[in-house]
């Protein structure tokens, strides 16, 4: 069950990419549309009843969950793009591009096969634990909290992944060109299209918290609303 082994040694070869340029507004190839990427959105998923997150049945449900929240409506107008000459978004920075790999098998020798963690596989790899203890032995600890590094990759009770998002937007010439526009484009598709899908698409097994600057601000603002139509209901009746 152990013999595969991370074609792409440590960390995830294009999130490498993305996470090395640490500031928002740093480029990763020459400019293009949505190139640039200034807004990240944290996910943290963990059993509703505690446990580890590293079991066929969970990841399944995360991998479908996350598909979910790729397929918001205009996504792609904000996802952080796979390059200037290159349609669509990049992955998210997710260890279901582990779980979810293209496999290259071996018909003998001491390793079954190698697994490159590109997400584009259709099945979930066979063995979560062979992956998941490769994945610990080359460093890739960072999609996991800290239980996953002193179990030495055999436990892990949150799952981490990232979501980036770019400029310049479609309609504007670079992340320069009138950004207030393009923040607030971002924040009204966020409040609209984004955030609502991130608060029900927990399910009773799988409980999601979500972070993110412009996310934070419409829950406050959210949860000032409610509270005011409390305080109505309450004068009013």
């Avoid at 479609?170 to 598709?189: V, Y």
């Avoid at 608060?199 to 993110?212: A, G, H, I, P, Q």
Wanted: glycine fraction near 6%; charge should be negative.
């Amino acid at each position: 069950a152990d013999r595969v082994a991370l074609a792409d040694v440590g960390l995830d070869p294009e999130d490498v990419e993305v996470m090395d340029w640490d500031a928002p507004g740093r480029r990763l190839q020459e400019e293009g549309e949505r190139t640039s990427w200034i807004w990240r959105v944290r996910l943290y998923y963990e059993k509703a009843g505690g446990g580890s997150v590293l079991d066929p049945s969970f990841i399944s449900k995360v991998r479908d969950m996350e598909s979910k929240i790729q397929r918001v409506p205009n996504y792609e107008k904000f996802c952080l793009s796979r390059g200037a000459e290159v349609d669509g978004c990049r992955r998210a920075v997710s260890s279901m591009n582990f779980f979810y790999g293209e496999e290259e098998t071996f018909e003998s020798g001491p390793i079954a096969y190698n697994l490159h963690p590109t997400g584009a596989g259709s099945d979930q790899v066979a063995s979560i634990r062979a992956v998941a203890k490769n994945m610990f032995r080359n460093s890739s600890t960072f999609y996991f909290d800290s239980t996953f590094h002193t179990s030495f990759g055999e436990h892990a009770e949150v799952i981490r992944t990232w979501l980036y998002f770019a400029v310049p937007l479609a309609g504007f010439s670079s992340r320069f060109d009138r950004p207030e526009e393009q923040q607030k484009l971002f924040e009204d598709w966020v409040a609209t299209d984004l955030y609502p899908v991130l608060k029900e698409v927990s399910t009773d097994d799988v409980k999601l918290v979500f972070s993110n600057y412009e996310l934070e601000d419409h829950q406050i603002e959210e949860a000032v609303w409610h509270d005011c139509f409390l305080a109505l209901g309450s004068a009013t009746f």
